[in-house]
T-cell receptor, first 118, second 117 residues
């Protein structure tokens, strides 16, 4: 079946602009995660959704970052007033959810969105 | 403190030989999962293998096996019969449960593997 998809694949924006990044999880996956990958910080967790609610937002670096998920499916990560340090690859992953055991809750990743803030 | 440590920033291996990528972890949670992902130059993260903290046997998946030493808190990835297509970045990751509300992955810094022909 189809994997996790993300759009756009690349986004170049000017400092101070707002950006929206989209993630379409694997059908039937109730859990959705956003991560950020940058040269200096490696792979960092941002936010976790179970259904439409976000029990863990602890990784969001500032209040300029927000995310929502609608219909238990598509998620949007919004970065307001972008800064140069926001430049990174934003990765989305989905999994069946926490109520399955072992490797059944493996997270599968999308191809990422490369964000460049000029 | 680092929760996941990968001490080998880069590794070389000759084609058709086996290679071990090291990973140590730190957790006080009795229930956790350990994952290895491969990230080729294309950037996608590809799931390779999983080991649960209560699993008695080491996980295997084709040419990949996980050398799980629970007492030493290590979960090394072994790739047998290396192929040129194995050249990539490899990440070790751990899933803990925080207050039953999050299943996020914590990643190591990665090991870049280069397979020589």
């Amino acid at each position: 079946g189809a994997g996790v998809s993300q759009s756009p694949s690349n986004k170049v924006t000017e400092k101070g602009k707002d950006v929206e990044l989209r993630c379409d999880p694997i059908s039937g996956h109730t859990a959705l995660y956003w991560y950020r990958q940058s040269l200096g910080q490696g792979l960092e967790f941002l936010i976790y959704f179970q259904g439409n609610s976000a029990p863990d937002k602890s990784g969001l670096p500032s209040d300029r970052f927000s995310a929502e998920r609608t219909g238990g499916s598509v998620s949007t990560l919004t970065i307001q007033r972008t800064q140069q340090e926001d430049s990174a690859v934003y990765l989305c992953a989905s999994s069946l959810g926490p109520f399955v055991s072992g490797d059944a809750d493996t997270q599968y990743f999308g191809p990422g969105t490369r964000l460049t803030v000029l | 403190a680092q929760k996941i440590t990968q001490t080998q920033p880069g590794m070389f291996v000759q084609e058709k030989e086996a290679v071990t990528l090291d990973c140590t972890y730190d957790t006080s949670d009795p229930s956790y999962g350990l994952f290895w992902y491969k990230q080729p130059s294309s950037g996608e993260m590809i799931f390779l293998i999983y080991q649960g903290s209560y699993d008695q046997q080491n996980a295997t998946e084709g040419r990949y096996s996980l050398n799980f030493q629970k007492a030493r808190k290590s979960a090394n990835l072994v790739i047998s019969a290396s192929q040129l297509g194995d050249s990539a970045m490899y990440f070790c990751a751990m899933r803990e449960v925080y207050m039953d509300s999050s299943y996020k992955l914590i990643f190591g810094s990665g090991t870049r593997l280069l397979v020589r022909p």
